[in-house]
């Protein structure tokens, strides 16, 4: 099983419609959840940064994390077709140093459509 | 503001030849990574560093080296490139306390 699963899509959403990504994960150490967004021909950039768990709201952006049921969340309320992007969730332990890496989910491609 | 810069952005190579792939950041980042990306893999660590002169294995190192000598750079390095080094590569860096990752625009590398 690997450490963190995210559905692979791709996913379509007519604009203003709400939209759920989702990662599940195994490691019970992970206490630090990040969602990044990618545009095409992009590097990664942070779009929401969660410790441990609960909901954090950036506008039209919500992150919830369940840490009993080792899943996370990230809603986009009415989505934009300036949302089409690639969704990748990240997760990390606590530690420090050399084993404190991220671990990514493999991204899911989401299309607003006009 | 640069944040992290890659160099060169893209790269064709043949079959057996070198090249190194450089990363700059200007925030003072203690870390620093080295991903490649490919479809349907998402993001693959392949070495990172935690402090100048300092280097470690990732997820998926063989074929790859790298060095910091310098705190704000970070090289990666294809002593012998092969077409299963056909990716896009970002590099990343963030300070130690901090989880949040900045990361480059990217190098696409051919291999042909």
């Known amino acids: 099983q690997k450490e963190v699963e995210q559905d692979p899509g791709p996913l379509s959403v007519p604009e203003g419609a709400i939209v759920s990504l989702n990662c599940t994960y195994s490691?019970?150490?992970?206490?630090?959840f990040m969602w990044y967004r990618q545009y095409s021909r992009k590097g990664p950039e942070l779009l929401m940064y969660?410790?441990?768990?609960g909901n954090k709201e950036d506008g039209r952006f919500t992150a919830q994390v369940d840490k009993s049921s080792k899943y996370i969340s990230l809603f986009i309320r009415d989505s934009q077709p300036s949302d089409s992007a690639t969704y990748l969730c990240?997760?990390?332990?606590?530690?420090?140093?050399?084993?404190?890496?991220?671990?990514f989910g493999k991204g899911i491609t989401l299309s607003v459509r006009p | 503001n640069a944040g992290v810069t890659q160099t060169p952005k893209f790269r064709v190579l043949k079959t057996g030849q070198s090249m190194t792939l450089l990363c700059a950041q200007d925030?003072?980042?203690?870390?620093m990574y080295w991903y490649r990306q490919d479809p349907g893999m998402g993001l693959r660590l392949i070495h990172y560093?935690?402090?100048?002169?300092?280097?470690a294995k990732g997820e998926v190192p063989d074929g790859y080296n790298v060095s910091r000598l310098k705190k704000q750079n970070f090289l990666l390095g294809l002593e012998s490139a092969a077409p299963s080094q056909t990716s896009v590569y970002f590099c990343?860096?963030?300070?130690?306390?901090?989880?949040?990752?900045?990361f480059g625009q990217g190098t696409r590398l051919t291999v042909v």
């Open positions: 990343a860096s963030r300070m130690s306390g901090d989880r949040k990752a900045f």
């Open positions: 490691n019970s150490a992970f206490q630090y």
């Open positions: 969660t410790y441990s768990s």
């Open positions: 990240a997760m990390s332990e606590p530690r420090t140093g050399a084993n404190s890496k991220l671990t």
């Open positions: 925030m003072n980042h203690e870390y």
């Open positions: 560093s935690v402090g100048e002169g300092t280097t």
